[in-house]
């Protein structure tokens, strides 16, 4: 009976080791995704500060294509971030299940 007891708190334990690997994940996701946001900011400051060196009407051959780059990079850091979001609160209540499974493991999580 003990054994028993020690074998489902050992696969619960491990249950637990992986979603918190997963939401691990799930945050170098969202770094990345702030990091695409980040380098979109820096381009276009960079613009604004040498924009009195160019007159934009004889760069917007060049102008067009990097706006357009932009807002991709933007479109894909908000969505690496709001994904990832969402996967942490799924794995947040993945491990609140398993809490209420085992009051052994409730005792070392949160």
């Avoid at 708190?9 to 979603?19: G, K, P």
């Avoid at 908000?78 to 409730?106: F, N, P, Q, T």
């Amino acid at each position: 009976m003990n054994n028993d007891v020690s074998e489902k708190s050992s696969v619960l334990f491990r249950e637990a080791q992986l979603i918190l690997a997963e939401k691990r994940t799930s945050l170098s996701v969202m770094r990345l995704g702030i990091a695409f946001l980040a380098l979109p900011i820096t381009v276009s400051s960079f613009l604004i500060v040498t924009s009195k060196y160019y007159d934009v009407l004889h760069v917007l051959h060049f102008l067009i294509p990097l706006i357009i780059f932009i807002l991709i990079l933007t479109a894909f850091g908000v969505y690496l971030v709001i994904k990832s979001i969402l996967r942490m609160h799924h794995y947040d209540e993945l491990l609140r299940h398993i809490k209420m499974k085992s009051s052994l493991i409730s005792e070392f999580m949160d």
